[in-house]
């Protein structure tokens, strides 16, 4: 861990003057900590923001805004989100430990970087970590990777759970940066790597997430977040799913599919979202939505079977959904 | 009499009865202290700068940035390091295996990936931690070999034999012209992962300076008289100049029985320095040694119709260093196991460019018996057979490699036992044909097999004026309730409260015993112990007998009891004396005897030593994911006599878990062109989480031995032994497919 200035900001305003070349915020910390020890991350300065106001969840437009600084416990335990977003609430119990939950926020977690090996170990090449250094996972060890949107200089994977569920929902993200404040569409906070990998979202320097706030439309009949990993509790996702639908009767009048472990960002396709409205809630259904999306997968050298595991999610993800039957939080299995 | 503790009395209040552990307030509390929680005044700390090539050279250390930090004291590397022997024989412990043990700092040569090229040392660990990431290494890489599977080819036999593991037996029979000539043949691949030990303490020591050129060393090891050997050997120091303790282990696992490149380097720093060093290791520096190689193993079973086996071949290769023949005993559980007339078992190592591989819980019999009872459930389905019939039909009760018979083998109650508490009974054979709701139900069994060992080692006895005991010895606790049954079978063998006695354990001031590992722990020093206490009963009870008007003045050593602290006529309980009174009246404060125990040679001139286990698994399996529960185990353990049925039943149930971990979770994954393993973080490197363990249940079937007085064969290993061959098994029940390399991931069954 290198060594550094710490400031502590009592403002948005504070916070973003006090940023710079080599600066990043903290607040839970419970990425950027690890990160700092493994000496991926080496900030010149830390800009403390826990103390900003940026704690709360509010009534908005419908909707709500959760601030940036609501802990993942908070949102998750908030009876309002429970009651009109309980696919975010499951998505984030299905992630980290009570521990983390209690000490990550929301900004925080749609920045938290990804899980590739290469990329925590400052002993390998990582074009994220050191542009242009190369990337030994393609072709490496590389079974949790991308399958879908990946490059030839990056196939990592966005490691959140929650941030499935906010693609889903449609989230708008709203930050403050030297510039003013602007509002972020979910589907283009995170980005594809490309060229630039070491990117992982279209944050500008010196921005900073004030809030995300969720539209009305909650999805809290018809939902699910379905996580398949290694083992049951306490591992990123292999491949996850967030679904939301509408019915009108048995015919689908909305659907809403974020996947997660799959690719530099929540992965979304509308084309199979739209193939899916107007149709019967049926496993056919399911599967040629499925079928659609899995069909652009490029796999790599280790991870030929997520494109199948996936396949087989989106539609099991989809009949829990439908059926009003979530994958359980506390039951010690898959459904 | 073997299995009464004191036979004086002919009651045990203690020993064979549920106690809870005596450390654990100590451990709940956070009073128990580690290796790293031990300090002295102007403690350095040191922080390890490890390679990032796995096979090469140093070509340049550029350490001044490193040297320039405020607080930093020294940054030591092989070019500036003090001398230090360059003796392959100085550097040898206990239980190295054959070969040159590695030396860290002697030279530039990179041997593995993660190997130590320098230490800084610092007035704290975040000045050290910050300097070494400012240590520029320059290497000369070389590609590196990694791939078992490239290297199959290239496997030897080992030339030199490891202590305390027996190479294969010489064949016996035509095992491959039986094979040929049988009805029913297979033959089959089996393979586990490398897996790494993760403990909750990571390896540490604490080196104190303390005065004349002798050091005080704190450090994690399953033994101090190992740490002992090895750094006076290293340093050239005499054993009165090194006291090493280490009172309690975050868990040992084989892990911690060889002294690491940490206490090494900490005992270097401290002399040259002449201050006191601590170096603790970080989680993923764990990977740099001893872990669970990779064994490509492959199996042939010819048959009979009937089941009878004909031909038995078991064939391994087995990762080590290129600096060491590590070795374990894989193949010849399998001649044990099985009566069969034409037998072959072969052993060889590849060597591949990582640390040494280690001992980790069962060395050998996890991997060996995951392939050989795989193999024999696959022979069961091609026959036809139950799994348990055809195991059945195969037993034996001589040991076939030594053609003598077992001490005990109560293999076969095991089977009775736990089928009948799993309801085996209730299976449908074919693969697919138990269903619930999406789920595919499988149950498979498996056995397993392990030494029961005993090993030369001393206990102390002290019995103090005050009617208070103390025992203690030099092995360690590494977990398993050692201080527990030691203090049980003081108590019993003295009519003592289980509060009136002291067990010291992990300090080389203590009398001498062995590292603990290999099980045999409890038979080793709890025999030393009883012997020890004995000795002081019978002490006493001259003293009893001596005193004015004795009520037990004509009494026989043989017709009294030790009870409540007191000793009293067998047959008029009326007639005692308090052991307080009797050694008033002697005038004796205090009491010291040195028990002594080791193998029964007599003993196993006639019989062979093991315990076994029969252990049955239910898992429920998503048809469509392909993801696995283990929903039910029965582990049912012959094991002699059972010291404490609470502190063994959670040594089978961690177990248990450990081989869940085996079958389902653990692989430390190696990028072969970088010669390294990358997953080396708990988040990455998966073992069980409490939501993936449900029902486990464990049974000690009665077992009488006689290999030592306590009739004890020792828990430590056995439970995870047969797991993950029980678990494999279940998941061809059912689901039809057969997984031959573990962890069964989702992968291998989409």
Redesign the interface.
């Known amino acids: 861990?290198?060594?550094f200035d710490y400031v502590r900001a009592g403002t948005v305003a504070e916070a973003v003057g006090a940023f710079g070349d080599g600066a990043r915020f903290i607040a839970g910390g419970t990425n950027l900590i690890d990160l700092m020890?493994?000496?991926v991350e080496?900030p010149g300065r830390l800009i403390d923001i826990t103390r900003l106001p940026l704690q709360g969840i509010e009534e908005h437009e419908g909707g709500l805004r959760l601030g940036a600084l609501a802990t993942n416990a908070k949102v998750a335990y908030d009876a309002r989100v429970a009651e009109r977003y309980p696919l975010l609430r499951n998505a984030i119990l299905a992630g980290a430990s009570a521990q983390l939950r209690n000490a990550a926020t929301t900004g925080g977690n749609l920045l938290q970087r990804t899980?590739c090996?290469?990329f925590?170990?400052a002993?390998?090449p990582c074009n994220k970590r050191e542009p242009g250094s190369g990337c030994?996972a393609i072709?490496?060890?590389n079974?949790?990777h991308a399958i879908f949107g990946a490059s030839d200089q990056c196939i990592a994977t966005h490691p959140s759970d929650m941030c499935i569920a906010l693609a889903a929902l449609e989230a708008t993200v709203r930050v403050s940066g030297p510039d003013g404040e602007r509002a972020i569409p979910f589907a283009e906070f995170h980005r594809l790597p490309g060229n630039a990998p070491e990117k992982d979202t279209t944050l500008k320097p010196g921005e900073i997430v004030v809030s995300v706030d969720l539209p009305e439309r909650g999805f809290a009949r018809n939902y699910t977040y379905l996580k398949?990993r290694?083992?049951?509790?306490?591992?990123?996702a292999?491949v996850s799913v967030a679904a939301g639908l509408e019915l009108d009767g048995d015919t689908i009048t909305t659907a809403r599919l974020a996947l997660g472990g799959v690719a530099h960002k929540p992965w979304r396709n509308q084309e199979a979202e739209a193939l899916l409205v107007g149709q019967p809630a049926t496993r056919e259904t399911f599967a040629k939505a499925a079928d659609l999306i899995v069909a652009e997968a490029k796999p790599q050298s280790e991870n030929?079977?997520k494109v199948?595991?996936a396949r087989?999610?989106i539609?099991?993800g989809l009949e829990q959904a439908a059926a009003g039957t979530p994958q359980s939080l506390s039951d010690?299995?898959?459904? | 009499m073997a299995t009464q503790i004191s036979p004086a009395s002919g009651t045990d209040r203690h020993v064979g009865s549920p106690r809870s552990r005596v450390d654990g307030p100590a451990k709940v509390t956070g009073l128990a202290k580690y290796a790293a929680e031990f300090t002295a005044e102007g403690l350095v700390h040191g922080y390890i700068v490890?390679s990032?090539i796995a096979r090469g050279t140093v070509t340049a250390i550029d350490t001044a940035a490193a040297r320039a930090v405020p607080g930093v004291v020294k940054v030591l590397t092989h070019d500036n390091r003090p001398d230090m022997s360059e003796d392959p024989k100085s550097y040898q412990d206990m239980v190295g295996p054959p070969g040159v043990p590695y030396r860290p700092l002697l030279d530039a040569n990179v041997l593995f990936?993660g190997q130590p090229v320098a230490v800084v040392l610092a007035e704290d660990f975040?000045t050290a931690?910050?300097a070494a990431?400012l240590v520029k290494v320059t290497y000369k890489a070389e590609t590196p070999k990694t791939d078992i599977d490239a290297l199959l080819g290239e496997a030897y036999e080992p030339p030199k034999k490891r202590d305390g593991i027996k190479p294969p037996p010489e064949p016996w029979g035509d095992a491959d012209g039986a094979y040929a000539k049988a009805p029913i043949q297979l033959r089959q691949q089996y393979r586990m992962a490398n897996e790494h030990h993760n403990p909750m303490e990571p390896h540490a020591t604490t080196v104190v300076v303390e005065e004349g050129g002798t050091f005080t060393v704190y450090d994690k090891i399953q033994g101090v008289a190992n740490t002992q050997q090895y750094l006076t050997g290293a340093f050239g120091l005499k054993p009165e100049q090194v006291r090493v303790l280490n009172p309690y282990l975050g868990g040992g696992f084989g892990g911690g029985l060889r002294p690491q490149f940490q206490a090494f380097l900490a005992m270097l720093a401290a002399r040259d320095l002449n201050r006191s060093v601590r170096i603790v290791l970080t989680r993923?520096q764990m990977w740099s040694f001893t872990y669970r190689a990779e064994a490509v193993q492959t199996v042939s079973l010819g048959a009979d119709r009937d089941g009878t086996l004909q031909a038995l071949r078991h064939d391994a290769v087995h990762g080590t260093s290129h600096y060491e023949d590590y070795q374990e005993n894989i193949v010849n559980w399998s001649g044990t196991l099985y009566a069969c007339d034409n037998v072959k078992l072969t052993y060889k190592l590849a060597k591949i460019d990582t640390a040494t591989p280690g001992d980790m819980r069962a060395p050998g019999a996890v991997s060996g018996l995951f392939a050989l009872e795989s193999a024999m459930d696959e022979l069961a389905q091609d026959l036809g057979k139950d799994p348990i019939e055809l195991r059945l039909i195969n037993y034996t009760d001589r040991e076939p490699i030594e053609d003598k018979p077992f001490g005990s083998k109560a293999l076969k109650a095991c089977f009775t036992q736990g089928a009948e508490r799993f309801g085996w009974a209730k299976r449908t054979p074919q693969p697919r044909s138990m269903r619930e709701g999406?789920?595919l139900v499988g149950w498979g069994v498996a056995s397993g097999i392990w030494e029961a060992l005993m090993m030369p080692s001393k206990v102390r006895a002290v019995l103090t004026g005050d009617g208070k005991l103390e025992l203690g010895n030099s092995t360690g606790d590494i977990g398993t309730g050692t201080y527990t049954i030691l203090t049980q079978i003081g108590a019993d063998s003295l009519g003592l409260s289980m509060e009136d006695v002291t067990t010291k354990l992990g300090d080389t001031s203590l009398a001498e015993a062995p590292v603990a590992g290999g099980s045999w722990t409890a038979a080793s020093s709890g025999t030393a112990a009883m012997k020890a206490c004995r000795e002081i009963a019978a002490q006493v009870f001259v003293l009893a007998r001596q005193m004015d008007d004795s009520p037990l003045a004509n009494a026989d050593f043989e017709r009294v009891v030790f009870t409540g602290g007191r000793i009293a006529l067998a047959d008029d309980p009326s007639r005692s004396v308090a052991i307080t009174d009797a050694m008033k009246a002697g005038g004796f404060d205090r009491i010291e005897v040195v028990g002594e125990a080791g193998p029964d040679s007599d003993f196993a001139k006639e019989f062979e030593c093991f315990t076994h286990q029969a252990v049955f698994v239910e898992v429920?399996v998503?048809e469509?994911?392909?993801?696995v529960?283990v929903t039910r185990v029965v582990s049912a353990i012959a094991a002699g006599k059972i010291l404490n049925p609470k502190t063994a039943r959670s040594q089978i149930i961690g177990a248990t878990v450990m081989g869940i971990g085996s079958a389902?979770?653990e692989e430390s994954?190696?990028?072969h062109?970088?010669g390294?393993f990358?997953?080396?973080?708990l988040?990455?490197y998966?073992v069980?989480?409490?939501?993936?363990i449900?029902d486990l249940d464990v049974i000690f079937v009665d077992e009488e031995d006689k290999a030592n007085p306590l009739g004890v064969k020792g828990v430590g290993e056995i439970g995870i032994v047969g797991t993950a061959a029980a678990i494999a098994n279940a998941v061809h029940h059912a689901t039809g497919k057969r997984v031959r390399d573990m962890p069964i991931?989702?992968?291998k069954l989409?």
Do not use: C, W
């Not at chain 1, 290694?230 to 990123?236: C, E, G, K, Q, T």
């Open positions: 861990m290198n060594r020890k493994y000496e080496k899980r090996y290469y925590y170990d002993g390998t030994p072709g490496g060890v079974r949790i398949l290694d083992r049951l509790s306490y591992a990123f292999l030929g079977f199948e595991l087989r999610a539609v099991r010690k299995r898959i459904q | 490890t990032t990936s975040e931690r910050y990431s993923e999406r789920e429920k998503d469509e994911l392909g993801q529960r389902l979770h994954m190696l990028d062109r970088l390294r990358m997953n080396r973080n988040g990455e998966h069980p989480a409490h939501a993936d449900h991931t989702v992968e989409l």
